[in-house]
């Protein structure tokens, strides 16, 4: 059943996405079968140093979506501190809901399951609505788009207090002359595979 409210809701969500697209970013699906699982393309921001540069990734939603966040792994070469050496991206936005056991993210900062009424039926009530009325999914189409504009913001401004790539942290603060040459070459290589 989850699952089934999970797959309508993602359905939702893309065909939103792609009437009314947030800028820099574009998705579809990886199998026209498997609504669990996108392919996103990323714009690099302008004014960064990733500007000029288009990203893929694939974002994978959990059976249990919206609950439990996705994941986003780009496919393309990203030097970044927080992204790991194989392109998964780590983003508080992207952990599961609760405290950090390190520390290092507010509870608030971290996945939250958009709900405006009781918890416990608002999800199944929105899911039973979604072809009566699509305005009711808009509060939890904010979910998705919040996952973008966060990749967006972390390649604006990488965070180098937790890092899940410890050596490009490093080089953003102490030597972004190598840094810049690093992801400059992730900039071309990116348009090269276009």
């Not at 989850?2 to 065909?15: E, G, I, P, Y």
């Not at 959990?62 to 393309?76: E, G, L, M, R």
């Not at 520390?103 to 072809?131: D, K, M």
């Not at 973008?148 to 972004?176: C, H, T, Y």
């Amino acid at each position: 059943m989850a699952n089934n409210q999970a797959s309508l809701l993602l359905q939702k969500q893309l065909k939103d996405l792609c009437k009314k697209p947030v800028d820099g970013f574009s998705a579809g699906l990886v199998d026209e079968n498997n609504v669990f699982q996108w392919s996103v393309s990323i714009m690099g921001p302008p004014d960064t140093l990733y500007e000029g540069g288009f990203f893929n990734a694939i974002m994978t939603f959990p059976q249990d979506y919206p609950n439990k966040p996705p994941t986003v792994k780009f496919t393309s070469e990203v030097w970044h501190p927080n992204v790991y050496s194989d392109g998964k991206v780590c983003i508080s936005i992207l952990h599961p809901p609760g405290d950090d056991p390190n520390g290092y993210e507010l509870a608030s900062e971290r996945w939250n399951p958009v709900h405006t009424v009781n918890e416990s039926f608002h999800f199944l009530w929105c899911s039973i609505q979604i072809a009566l009325s699509p305005s009711l999914l808009l509060c939890m189409m904010c979910q998705v788009e919040s996952i973008v504009l966060s990749i967006i913001s972390m390649l604006s401004g990488p965070n180098d207090e937790s890092p899940a790539n410890v050596e490009a942290a490093k080089e953003w603060r102490d030597n972004r002359a190598e840094f810049r040459k690093k992801v400059s070459r992730c900039v071309r290589r990116s348009q090269e595979m276009l």
